[in-house]
């Protein structure tokens, strides 16, 4: 058995023990803009001329939160068309109440107030009547809830605002800027769920899906994987990350301890090995961070309300067949075709590139065993199954192609560190980095002072700084300054008041 010193500076050596991590700048980079999108709202609501708009969104999206008719209503609709449970990181109140509001946030961003925007949902076809991310159904009881309760609710609100203007909405939509005033507090906690992704875990999961690897490939399993094998020797079930094998395993890593096993694996295996290794933690990692960035774009307006199919299909070509003037190709070849009216509307709101990213997604997916056949047998005929046509909504395709996501993540980190505003100090002499707890803080204390968004403010002197401090999402230190905490709770201040054009406190980020 040949060992080898152990480079405990190599990038792959530090990212599967622990020591730094992938994508290392990806949480600040998803807050910074969490916060661009509060402190617009936070500027807006400054504004005596739009501040009745958020009040009065705040009191409808409260009412329909605690409206139980509609919840059993979307809760039945569940139950009649044999609908599974979501991972929805949204509370069923919540979930409830953006089913009816999503349609009233469509109608502001189509200059409609809440009223027109009523009467139009009385008179939608069944097919347009849709929720949030798909989740309502026009059902005999929706029907007569928007009839009836909605109506009720908007006039007890007295819904009679204007839509915010686009040009001080500057690219946001009024979902999202509704939201923001109203649902910090959750979008917050969705935030700091971040930092529950355990590495351990992941790492455990690469181990067990390596070990499934050389089962199925009939080589046996190197030394210093072998603590982690199956007693049965049979596959682990490590597909998803919430298996009880996933928890066997990672029990294992941490008896072994984590980096005493990847010390071990760094000292017997091959460069080829440790590659494979790490380049499957890595993957699994993205993936988890993908997963928690799409709970928080639950609480937004989604592509899902810009409705496109890509169809497609394998051709086989015809030597009688003109081809002159004609999209098809002499050889044999893949058709795709999408909508006129969907194409345009996915150029309008600038999302043709996710959708065509989706469709790459989808042809990798359909075509993985097509390209099998013709590696293994080349020239086999073109099976049925190919020539079937097969549409971009049956596949999942995000969840798999690990390669689009890894490089969204890298390219969004990449943008981030170029253009970061919020999160840096521009004194007279140097820039500072600034900790998003410094500004999560602010923006805490903040809220508090102002009473938003139920408009109950406090002063200083009444506790918010001590309620700041008893926030334990914010990680802050236990001996932290009320003088610290008042700096940070100003720098946010003037941040909203003076937007694009605010420098930050020359003694911020001191303790």
Known sequence: MVTKKVKTNHPYYRVLSGTSMPFPHIHEAVSEQLLLLIFKARRLYLDPEYRPWFDEQHRILSALRANTKLQNILEQNREDYSIGETDNPLSKELYAAFQVMCHLYNGFDNRLVSLKTWGDMNREPTAKFVGQNSGGWKTPEMEEFVRNDLFNILTDCKAHCSPLPALVRQGYCHQDLSVAHSCTKELLEQLNRYHQ????????????????????????????????????????????????????????????????????MFSLANKNATKIIYDGYVKLYALEIYEWLNKLVQYFKGNDFIRYTWKFTTIISDES???????????????????????????????????????????????????????????????????????????????????????????????????????????????????VNIRLAGLKGYDLNEGIPDGQGRKIKDGVNELVKADGSLQLPQDISDTSLNRYRQAVQHIIKDGDRHVADSTEGKK
Not at 372 to 378: D, L, M
């Open 197 to 264: 992704i355990d590495e351990s875990a992941i790492l455990a999961r690469t181990l067990g899906l390596a070990i499934n690897n050389c089962y199925h490939s009939e080589t046996e399993v190197p030394e210093w994987l072998s603590p982690f094998e199956n007693e049965y020797k049979s596959p682990w079930n490590c597909e998803k990350p919430d298996t009880n094998d996933v928890s066997k395993l990672r029990k294992q890593l941490l008896t072994i301890g984590r980096t005493e096993f990847v010390d071990k």
């Open 321 to 435: 067949d003109t081809i002159e003037n004609t999209t098809a190709w002499e050889k044999d070849y893949c058709q795709i075709t999408i909508q006129r009216d969907e194409l345009l509307k996915l150029i309008y709101t600038n999302t043709l590139q996710d959708a065509a990213m989706n469709l790459a997604g989808c042809l990798q997916q359909a075509y993985i065993e097509p390209l099998k056949r013709e590696i293994n047998y080349p020239g086999i005929n073109i099976d049925a199954k190919e020539r079937e046509i097969r549409k971009s909504i049956e596949f999942r395709s995000e969840l798999n192609n690990f390669t689009n996501i890894m490089k969204q993540l890298e390219t969004f980190e990449k943008w981030y560190n170029a253009n970061k505003i919020l999160l840096v100090s521009n004194k007279k002499k140097r820039t500072e980095k600034i900790d």
